[in-house]
């Protein structure tokens, strides 16, 4: 049974800091590129940050460049997000994403991955 599973999410002063984990189960993990997307309440599920198998090509929405770090342990099965400066409009439900194939033709787009989690909250006050 495939499994991706977040963490981490949680309410949070503009200003800090939060690490997302997201572990996965139920397939080959070191076969497939990971992403995070995030999704605000009245918008479309937007790409955040992905990271290839090998760890090799990482790619940041500008939205978030500089202020978060995408990693992931093939050793644990997890992917990991570390987010930094949080800003009130980082504010959504975060998703841990896995995907086959080209890592570049595939990342940024979510009907491309396989498989998903269901999500955490994460919530940015002012």
């Known amino acids: 049974q495939v499994q991706l599973v977040e963490s981490g999410g949680g309410l949070v002063q503009a200003g800090g800091s939060l690490r997302l984990s997201c572990a996965a189960s139920g397939f080959d993990f070191s076969r497939y590129h990971t992403g995070w997307f995030r999704q605000a309440p009245g918008k479309e599920r937007e790409f955040v940050a992905a990271i290839n198998w090998s760890s090799v090509m990482i790619r940041y929405a500008d939205s978030v460049k500089g202020r978060n770090t995408i990693s992931r342990d093939n050793a644990k099965n997890m992917v990991y997000l570390q987010m930094n400066s949080l800003k009130p409009e980082d504010t959504a439900v975060y998703y841990c994403?896995?995907?086959?194939?080209?890592?570049?033709?595939?990342?940024?787009?979510?009907?491309?991955?396989?498989?998903w989690g269901l999500g955490t909250q994460v919530t940015v006050s002012s």
């Open positions: 994403a896995a995907v086959s194939g080209s890592f570049t033709e595939n990342h940024l787009r979510p009907s491309r991955y396989d498989y």
